[in-house]
């Protein structure tokens, strides 16, 4: 395996900025099916198993390939290279992973320009100062006559690993040499991995980067997860769309609506994330230390990025100890082009003051709000629209041995978290396209 000398110094470092962008594999919604991505087990890793203050940031978009490029309907795609400005270099990251390469074998991208365009980017990624991951995706599952000259694609990636020096995680060899078990339960669909497949693939990269320990909670986690989230799983009542939509209205009277983003289906002239920053933990609770559930925040990007298609509307989860280092965080992202900031106040944060600080460092034009989470006070005078999480309060620790190891109150709590914040949005969709793929797997 091809490796950067200097990954193993960033890694040396706490507070990394890591990047991971690609296509649909990476971007990690719809076959998730309410589980949390690659990427986003890697962060949970990263940040409640190892204790990290990393961040961890994803741009990948749904269907999209290294350079823009002609789609049948018209339209191109917007390519990671194309797009690198906004959507690679803008956050300033230490550490950059990209997995591309299933839609252009798809659309028939040129393989030297694809291999061109690969050496690039990695150029500009360590002429900026940070490392370079490369990673494959899976193999096809079946036969796909549009991806017949996949494979091809895959060894350039590897070639432009070893020419470059570049840290590669070859997760097509580790698939393709069969030793995963059962394989068909790691795939969504021919080309997506299934909640399974994800951890599989999260499981890899922290193996190859010496990150992933044998009796870490994501090395245990073993057992198969279901297909899918079973309706039941959320406890009696499962979210409806008709539900989401009553939700919704309940949630728009209750706060005042959050402003600053896009119209639903206008697409924005530049990128301008979401950040969340505080107490950003999920409302479930582990189950044998590990959770495999999204949380609010996960689902409420989904809902922004999947659902509605504003994929150039990053959610960023920023964790913080307390809300009087946002101020210091903010000033440094002032080149950051944000549109909202919500400020999730923790156990560290009683009493206003810290509260108001954050909020009068938040930069101008941007809009903002404050989400009490269950267990917290809520503020007496914020200056800003609030966002009531706290009768979604899950109490005791997560029963042990659930089927799935998910905790279903605690998944129900973050579902109904995301769809509550989604609202005050003013985001016109549930929190996840879980909610209506729960419905079907129930009528099924």
Request: proline share 8%; charged share 20%; aromatic share 4%.
């Amino acid at each position: 395996m091809a490796t950067d000398l200097h990954l193993q110094d960033a890694l040396a470092r706490d507070g990394l900025r890591w990047l991971f962008t690609g296509d649909s594999i990476t971007h990690g919604a719809l076959h998730t099916l309410g589980y949390r991505s690659w990427t986003q087990l890697v962060a949970a890793h990263l940040q409640d198993v190892l204790g990290r203050n990393d961040v961890v940031l994803n741009t990948a978009i749904s269907g999209d390939t290294v350079i823009s490029w002609p789609v049948p309907e018209g339209m191109d795609t917007r390519g990671v290279l194309t797009t690198a400005a906004e959507r690679v270099h803008a956050p300033r990251p230490d550490i950059v992973a990209v997995m591309i390469g299933m839609n252009d074998s798809a659309l028939g991208v040129d393989l030297e320009q694809y291999t061109a365009a690969l050496t690039e980017l990695v150029a500009q990624v360590r002429s900026r100062g940070a490392v370079p991951i490369l990673a494959t995706s899976q193999p096809i599952h079946g036969v796909d006559e549009r991806r017949l000259d996949y494979p091809e694609y895959i060894q350039r990636v590897r070639d432009v690993a070893d020419a470059q020096q570049v840290t590669l995680v070859d997760t097509f060899a580790h698939w393709e040499a069969g030793e995963l078990g059962q394989l068909e339960a790691l795939y969504g669909d021919a080309i997506h991995p299934a909640p399974a497949g994800h951890r599989h693939f999260a499981q890899q990269f922290l193996t190859e980067l010496g990150l992933l320990g044998p009796d870490a909670p994501l090395a245990r986690a073993d057992r198969e997860p279901r297909a899918g989230l079973d309706p039941a799983a959320f406890g009696e009542e499962v979210p409806t769309e008709a539900a989401a939509e009553a939700g919704a209205e309940e949630s728009d009277a209750a706060v005042a609506p959050v402003v600053g983003f896009s119209p639903v289906g206008v697409e924005p002239e530049r990128s301008r994330p979401l950040l969340v920053l505080g107490d950003v933990r999920p409302l479930a609770r582990p189950v044998g230390g590990h959770m495999p559930t999204r949380s609010w925040i996960e689902h409420l990007e989904e809902v922004r990025r999947f659902e509605l298609g504003h994929v150039r509307d990053y959610v960023w989860s920023i964790p913080l100890p307390s809300l009087a280092e946002a101020p210091a965080w903010l000033a440094g992202e002032q080149a950051l082009p944000y549109a909202a900031v919500l400020l999730v106040p923790g156990p560290a944060d009683a009493g206003g003051e810290t509260l108001r600080t954050a909020l009068a460092a938040i930069g101008d034009g941007a809009a903002s709000a404050v989400v009490v989470r269950p267990g917290a006070d809520g503020p007496t005078d914020p200056g800003a629209a609030v966002i009531d999480l706290r009768d979604l309060a899950v109490e005791g620790s997560a029963p042990e041995g659930l089927a799935g190891e998910i905790d279903p109150a605690g998944a129900q709590a973050d579902l109904e978290a995301g769809r509550r914040v989604a609202a005050a949005l003013g985001w016109s969709a549930p929190p996840s396209g879980a909610v209506a793929r729960l419905q079907a797997l129930a009528e099924a």
